[in-house]
Nanobody, 115 residues
Framework: QGQLAESGGGLVQSGGSLRLSCAAS????????MGWYRQAPGEQRELVAT???????NYADSVKGRFTISRDNAKNTVSLQMNSLRPEDTAVYHC?????????WGQGTQVTVSS
């Protein structure tokens, strides 16, 4: 069974930076897309950024120019560098991995940005 383990969340002041990492383990099939989604209290989960196996990226408009997603296919890891953080970026950030059969989700890591 595939598992995703996130790390790197925390509390940061507005304008600061954080780096999230996610390690995938136990996958028998190739991981196609990996990415990050976030969910704020009372809100639906929303896409932050994704990256496919060839390195093509996709970002939510709200994070373009501030966040950068990267991936190491050999290590099955994905990272999210978050700069110029804003209070509205506060949320639980979940790692996602897609195989041909299903989506996998991590438990999430809390990111809190104080004003």
């Amino acid at each position: 069974q595939g598992q995703l383990a996130e790390s790197g969340g925390g509390l940061v002041q507005s304008g600061g930076s954080l780096r999230l990492s996610c390690a995938a383990s136990g996958f028998f099939f190739r991981i196609d897309s990996m990415g990050w989604y976030r969910q704020a209290p009372g809100e639906q989960r929303e896409l932050v950024a994704t990256i496919d196996s060839s390195g093509i990226t996709n970002y939510a408009d709200s994070v373009k120019g501030r966040f950068t997603i990267s991936r190491d296919n050999a290590k099955n890891t994905v990272s999210l560098q978050m700069n110029s953080l804003r209070p509205e970026d506060t949320a639980v950030y979940h790692c996602n991995a897609e195989t041909i059969f299903r989506n996998y989700w991590g438990q999430g890591t809390q990111v809190t940005v104080s004003s």
